[in-house]
DNA sequence: AACATTTAAGACTTATGATTCCTAAATATA
DNA sequence: TATATTTAGGAATCATAAGTCTTAAATGTT
């Protein structure tokens, strides 16, 4: 598996928050619901990304989260990285850990191409431009 | 992380054994010495890699494992499966259970080229030209 | 036959991530 | 001020992967 689980319901969060985002908060027990993810793990899973400063959110009635920035300004990476960390793919895909361009393993060459591509698919293009495709085509919604 | 460790471990076994093959059986031990990689891990990994045909082994003074196929016959992805099984990067990348190109995901396309070229990396040269191309640069060996 | 070597395989332990639960803190509203 | 709502965050549980140990089975050598 590429991404973590908790990654994945990060990223169907952010989704849920940007189609239905008109500035007010949101409840994640409201998205939990929606999403079908547990209550307990989207909160945690908030928490992590409030404090990477993709979030913001407000206690108490008609309290809830909300993105921080402009959809056109959030990068998948961001989200990926906010649960993740920030060495994603980083390491050596043979786990040794010396590699390096000084120093590479037998699938260094190819794992690095590879990367690029699956990094690129996290920073080329916004949640903005994601989405907006995706509505496009009139397709499955989250 | 893209692969388990113990996947990692795997790849890093085999290429140990196309580079000290001699028709000989190895012993798991040498490996696990070499490789620095616990013999009771390598072991089970061997057991796994034996029972997807990859493998064979041979109990008893002067025995071990060897390569049942020529490294020009093997690919890396017949050793992610043996580990990792054969679903490898098949589900969709935000866990959606119906996603798919009747019922795409937001990042569906983008998730689709990127694991092209990831299996590319994995299907695309057989373990020989992957160590062939190694030693001709001259690099870090396993 | 006895012994040493080596894989086979199951049991056990540890580590990590996923999940659930519970109490506290903030705050709008009545 | 009392109450209901909602996030905050720590504790506890569960699941799965990683790692270790122990005994059994196979077999070459003496």
Redesign the pocket.
């Known amino acids: 598996m590429l991404l973590?689980?908790?990654t994945e319901?990060a990223i169907q969060l952010i989704i849920y928050l940007i189609r239905h985002a008109d500035n007010d908060?949101i409840?994640?027990?409201e998205i939990a619901e929606q999403c079908n993810i547990?209550f307990?793990?989207l909160?945690?899973i908030?928490?992590k990304m409030?404090k990477a400063g993709i979030l913001e959110?407000?206690?108490?009635?008609?309290?809830?989260?909300k993105l921080v920035k402009n959809p056109s300004d959030i990068q998948l990476i961001d989200v990926v990285q906010s649960i993740e960390g920030t060495d994603v793919l980083d390491k050596c895909i043979l786990g040794f850990e010396h590699c390096g361009e000084m120093n590479p393993c037998a699938v260094h060459q190819h794992w690095k191409e590879a990367r690029e591509v699956i990094l690129n698919m996290f920073e080329g293009k916004t949640l903005k431009e994601i989405i907006d495709i995706d509505e496009l085509k009139e397709v499955y919604s989250v």
């Open positions: 973590a689980k908790s319901n908060y409840r994640v027990k547990s307990f793990i909160s945690k908030a928490q409030i959110s407000y206690t108490g009635p008609n309290g809830g989260i």
